[in-house]
């Protein structure tokens, strides 16, 4: 499978913008980004996903390399709610097992 | 609309014992997930239900783990023989099905709390 590398944390201001990046070198051409998270004591929870073109929804955005190889999820306005693990996974297109490989994540903490 | 349901939300447990997890998954979803997730750590796939299809059991770490799932309903998931290192919290997710984008959305219920002593 191929894998995403994250950093372990990082902090943001409420109110303020925050770029939460992901690497995916390895990634191939029928892999999906998808991105979830995980709130304090619940399960993880789907926030978007994406092939080439940046995505956008309620929750957050989606900004893709052009090679593919990297990927921002951007929350335009952090709150003290979006304080959780978030957790950037490939996931091929086909195949019939969609089995999500959760890594460590990125521990986002939000101040105040 | 309802969501994902697990039960019990924590079990504690004896060395020793057997366990039984519950998940009622979303209706309509063919679906079905197990992962665990040991604390501080990632969720690790467990198995996968589709429709009535084999399941896929590739994710389970020892004969002492099994799953069963009714159709395209309940699950539950035992674990025989306790010991302290199966505490975790184990999740259950639904998805609408196999084919599209759509499979890949999961949609998991809050987990049970395994605390073996």
């Known amino acids: 499978d191929a894998k995403t590398t994250q950093p372990n944390s990082m902090e943001s201001n409420e109110e303020e913008p925050v770029h939460l990046p992901c690497n995916h070198s390895t990634i191939s051409g029928t892999d999906y980004i998808h991105w979830y998270r995980q709130l304090p004591s619940q399960g993880p929870e789907y926030v978007i996903h994406g092939l080439t073109s940046n995505v956008n929804n309620r929750m957050a955005s989606l900004a893709i390399a052009e090679d593919r190889k990297s990927s921002t999820l951007i929350l335009h306005r952090a709150t003290l709610r979006d304080a959780a693990v978030y957790y950037c996974?490939?996931?091929?297109?086909?195949?019939?097992?969609?089995?999500?490989?959760f890594g460590k994540g990125i521990t986002l903490s939000v101040r105040p | 609309g309802a969501g994902v349901s697990q039960s019990p939300s924590n079990k504690v447990t004896e060395k020793g014992k057997d366990v039984e997890l519950r998940c009622d998954p979303i209706?309509?979803?063919?679906?079905l997930y197990w992962y665990r997730q040991r604390l501080g750590q990632g969720l690790e796939f467990l198995i996968y239900?589709?429709?009535?299809?084999?399941?896929?059991k590739s994710g389970l770490p020892s004969d002492r783990f099994s799953a069963e799932r009714t159709g395209e309903s309940v699950s539950t998931l035992t674990i025989q023989r306790t010991q302290q290192e199966d505490s975790a919290v184990y999740l259950c997710a639904s998805s609408l099905g196999p084919s599209g984008i759509s499979k890949n959305i999961q949609y998991f219920g809050a987990g049970t709390r395994l605390s073996v002593l």
């Open positions: 209706s309509g979803h063919t679906a």
């Open positions: 996974i490939l996931s091929p297109h086909t195949g019939a097992n969609s089995k999500l490989t």
């Open positions: 239900f589709q429709g009535n299809s084999a399941p896929d």
